[in-house]
């Protein structure tokens, strides 16, 4: 074949990736010099805010598909044979390929967190783009000078021929009939060998396209939101129901300041001797309650905001992260005030005023102020100039009037601290958590000096910290944080609710149960979402006469909630005569009776809840196993019909009755030379054949089995050790509890991965191929060829290629059982296919497991994409080498044996069964300098000298001549 035919398509090829890269770069530089609001007129032909139109959205699209257009033109030109060039050409595409997957990655990880990586990710794209530029740069020159010498050698080689060619013409037109022969059985192994390999690409490709697109998905929503569990419409309809209270009821007369304490642990109260100092101070003892609360999961500082504004759990208002979370649609404390004309008013972080800003007064409600106020030390975070600040605004909001019934204050500087240095001094060498909880102790103790005896102060945190730094897990040291109740010369401490109430344990509330506490202070329907009840010492202080009307908004909030929830969840429970009770029916209940009806609709909430968690996990898991199932069948029988490989041959029964059968079937179809002794001599030949093929075939499945297992553990072991490291000893979310550590998580789950793909994938190679090193060689030189051949293959030598291919496609195989039993795995919180069979409910070991599941999915990255370009770059041999004799015993042994009626190969396969491997290499070799097996790589036998095998022989070899003549 000339080269010249191929040459169009490189030179196409290359002009296309030049064009398509310069075009890549130029993007990069528009898309991040140009402003937004700049890019937003160019792209949408307007400056108004377009969903889905930054800069960064917009440059993942175009770089993406940019970068997937190079991709599909490599491809494309990697098949293309050029003799001599092939392999040089192979490896300057497969760069290409690698540098546009990093730049695909890169586009992914910006994102994530464009604000943290932007800093370094347009230097790094464009250094991506000048290595690859440079390679096709190299290729165009070396390409061209390959031009040259090619068309000389090969001028050079035709004059050679024509002289060999009159010396051996006798002897070339003896053999004619058997080069044809060899000639068109390498070819078609070659062309075989060639469709085998990128039979593999599109499951591979689509698997790992999914495997992406799951991962950002289930990663959005750790960092964001799952979408709230009732609809919009349903939620409005819920908000407006408030036609029983009219009018604002008969309240306590107290103000409520609500106060934040981001991320402050609850061991801290007696470690921090500020703290505790306050809580030894006579006046607090005698006026507050302490309680041990209960946060909800996820332990992320947004979620949590969310609880205590909403009253509704993660689960229910969707939002399970702290990155760009909107304003809520689920009712709250500050809509409830904003109902009923009660001044409100809050200073806190700008995420936390975002939450509820349609509901705050106009001009004069929010005092939000960033947590970087005041920071000029950037590599030593500190958000106490914010915080003090805060309080600045608390204390003017104390003074204004109309005074504020309603005002909350959040101080982020704790959280801060834990996030930058750790919590215990092994990690923050200066202590800086423990001095900013003795900062907000201060500020605490200034804003109960300057309040009213009129005023009650919730004081409590959102989540705590690990003793590294970090939340977002499900630990108790996360979970319970401290809560402070206030009011100045109430006698709190002294005093207990002794009427009707909602007992939880002794000292202990749930984070929940502060919203509608609030909103029974201030004489306000509780939030229609809300999952908690009213705390105990709070009911102490609402007017006693009015104590049932209080009980009875919960219990008609409870009532619509948990017949909104069994109606979408599991209808079955709409039979409960609790939610047939009107309110006329109600009307004469007393708070003891509303108590009871409560707990009974929290009975029927939690079974509700139970029964739909269990059915959404099982109906999950089973559509789950039975798509893997049909797809991995599918896979299987496609890798059996049209590759090399014989899974199926494992699974046939060695006997060699069966073999005698399949040999008359064998003899009806066209040997009929063959009878008696001959059959039951060819029936042990192909028991002996189908040994062979089972236990090649037995050792690549066990190579490919052991490789996937190791590359598991070694991405497993080396993430899990690079994180004890760090201090992390939990394997949850707490691991990306900020963008921050976000490259971090990326390194540890990816880099383990690619460096046990590529040693498994060297080592197999080293097993099967011996390279070409010359004799007397120095040692030394020896053993440096040989260590850079088996790390980067830089030398070539003869191959055991149906072992290799074997190896190479078992892997693919295990990879696709291995990515498809992680999506069976992570069934119970998610699908197969996303965005449907939604599982919205979350507990904490679900939480944890989901996030264990996420991690082993991105891990699986690596080995998917190496396997798949392990297969693809494999080098192509000549169609006329040698090579492809292995595969060619491998083909016809594999099609006689487990498809015995299969016509594909007809002629030689009778050859084959009539011959053994010895005999058949010998008369191949007398028709081609090149043997179709090779004399030093066929297994050693004894020699066979009865009759029925010589007489197989014969029949065989005179059936092939006849054939062939």
């Not at 971090?744 to 994938?761: E, K, W």
């Not at 491997?917 to 008369?923: D, G, I, K, M, P």
């Not at 009865?946 to 054939?963: F, K, L, R």
């Amino acid at each position: 074949m000339k080269p010249q035919k191929s040459g169009p398509i490189y030179r196409v090829g290359c002009v296309a990736l030049l064009c398509l890269l310069f075009l890549d770069t130029l993007v990069q530089i528009v898309f991040t010099t140009i402003p937004d609001p700049a890019m937003r007129v160019l792209v949408y032909a307007t400056e108004d805010f377009v969903p889905g139109g930054s800069n960064v959205e917009a440059n993942l699209w175009i770089g993406v598909a940019l970068n997937i257009l190079v991709i599909l033109i490599c491809i494309i030109c990697i098949p293309v044979t050029i003799r001599g060039f092939s392999r040089q050409s192979n490896r300057l595409f497969s760069v290409v390929v690698l540098f546009k997957v990093l730049s695909i990655l890169l586009l992914l990880v910006n994102v994530v967190d464009p604000n943290t990586v932007h800093t370094v990710w347009f230097f790094i794209m464009l250094m991506l783009h000048v290595p690859e530029i440079a390679v096709l740069i190299a290729f165009v020159i070396l390409f061209s000078r390959h031009k040259r010498i090619e068309r000389r050698r090969m001028f050079e080689e035709e004059e050679l021929a024509a002289a060999d060619y009159a010396g051996r013409l006798e002897e070339t037109f003896n053999h004619v009939s058997h080069w044809f022969y060899v000639q068109s059985v390498r070819r078609r192994i070659h062309s075989k060998f060639k469709v085998s390999k990128y039979i593999f690409l599109l499951p591979v490709f689509l698997l790992f396209l999914l495997t992406a697109g799951t991962f950002i998905f289930e990663l959005k929503k750790i960092f964001n939101e799952q979408g709230a569990f009732y609809p919009a419409k349903q939620l409005h309809a819920m908000n407006a129901d408030r036609a029983h209270w009219p009018t604002v009821a008969p309240a306590s007369g107290l103000k409520v300041v609500l106060v934040i304490l981001d991320g402050l642990r609850y061991d801290y109260v007696d470690a921090n001797p500020v703290l505790k100092a306050l809580q030894a101070r006579p006046d607090f003892v005698r006026d507050s309650k302490f309680y041990a609360s209960s946060n909800e999961i996820p332990t992320m500082s947004v979620p949590n905001w969310m609880v205590f504004l909403t009253g509704a759990p993660p689960e229910i208002s969707g939002v399970l992260g702290n990155l760009l979370v909107g304003e809520t649609a689920l009712d709250s404390i500050f809509r409830e005030a904003k109902n009923y004309g009660i001044n409100r008013g809050l200073t806190a972080s700008p995420w936390m005023g975002g939450i509820i800003k349609s509901t705050m007064p106009l001009l004069h409600g929010t005092g939000t102020i960033s947590t970087n106020y005041g920071a000029d030390n950037v590599q030593h975070p500190t958000a106490d100039r914010a915080d003090w600040e805060r309080l600045r605004v608390a204390l003017e909001a104390f003074r204004a009037q109309p005074e504020y019934k309603l005002f909350l204050a959040h101080f982020s500087d704790i959280d801060l601290q834990g996030h930058a240095y750790g919590v215990k001094t092994r990690w923050n060498r200066h202590d800086t958590y423990n001095l900013a909880v003795s900062n907000k102790t201060r500020i605490v103790e200034e804003m109960l000096a300057q309040a009213d005896d009129q005023t009650l102060f919730i004081i409590t945190s959102d989540h705590g910290q690990v003793d590294s730094g970090g939340h977002g897990g499900v630990s108790p040291a996360l979970r319970k944080v401290p809560l402070w109740l206030y009011l100045r010369g109430s006698n709190l401490s002294a005093t207990s609710y002794a009427g009707p109430h909602y007992a939880r344990e002794p000292g202990t509330v749930h984070n929940v149960d502060v919203a509608p506490s609030i909103c029974a202070l201030l004489g306000l329907p509780v939030p229609r979402q809300t999952t908690g009840y009213f705390m105990r010492d709070i009911l102490g202080l609402l007017p006693q006469e009015n104590i049932t009307a209080y009980w009875a908004d919960l219990f008609l909030q409870k009532q619509k909630m948990t017949y909104a929830f069994v109606r979408k969840t599991v209808p079955q429970h709409l039979s409960d005569p609790m939610f047939r009770l009107e309110r006329n029916d109600t009307a004469a209940w007393n708070a003891t009776q509303y108590v009871a009806a409560l707990k009974h609709l929290e009975g029927v909430y939690t079974h509700a809840r139970a029964d739909a968690y269990r059915f959404q996990i099982v109906r999950n898991v089973l559509a789950s196993v039975g798509i893997a199932i049909v797809l991995f069948v599918v896979f299987v029988f496609v890798v059996q019909t049209q590759t090399f490989c014989s899974p199926l041959s494992l699974f046939v029964p060695n006997s060699a009755e069966r073999a005698h059968h399949k040999l008359e079937s064998l003899q009806r179809d066209g040997v009929p030379h063959l009878q008696g002794a001959d059959l039951q001599q060819l029936a042990r030949e192909r028991v002996a054949m189908r040994r062979e093929i089972k236990k090649k075939n037995l050792i690549g499945l066990g190579i490919a089995l052991g490789s996937v297992l190791f590359y598991y553990v070694i991405a497993v072991g080396v993430f899990w050790i690079s994180y004890g490291i760090f201090g992390v000893s939990e394997w949850d979310s707490t691991m990306i509890h900020t963008p921050e550590v976000l490259p971090r998580y990326f390194l540890s789950s990816m880099l383990p991965g690619f460096l046990a793909a590529a040693i498994f994938a060297r080592a197999y190679h080293a097993a099967f191929t011996r390279p070409k090193i010359r004799p007397g060689t120095p040692a030394l030189q020896r053993l440096g060829r040989r260590i850079a051949w088996i790390t980067i293959g830089v030398f070539s030598g003869r191959s055991q290629l149906d072992m290799q291919y074997l190896v190479k496609s078992y892997i693919l195989v295990f990879t696709v059982l291995a990515q498809l039993l992680l999506f069976v795995l992570q069934a119970p919180y998610t699908f197969i296919v996303p965005l449907i069979f939604r599982v919205g409910l979350i507990d904490g070991d679900m939480w944890i497991y989901r996030f264990r599941m996420l991690t082993l999915l991105f891990m699986s990255s690596p080995l998917l994409l190496i396997s798949l370009l392990d297969m693809l770059l494999w080098r192509d041999f000549s169609p006329l080498g040698p090579e492809y004799d292995r595969l060619f015993l491998l083909s016809v042994t594999k099609n006689a044996l487990v498809f015995p009626g299969n016509a594909q190969f007809p002629r030689h396969r009778a050859l084959l069964l009539g011959l053994r491997e010895r005999e058949l290499a010998a008369s191949l070799r007398t028709a081609c300098k090149t043997p179709l097996l090779p004399e030093h790589d066929l297994p050693a036998e004894e020699p066979d000298t009865s009759a029925p095998y010589q007489s197989a022989v014969q029949a065989a070899s005179i059936h092939a001549s006849e054939n062939k003549v």
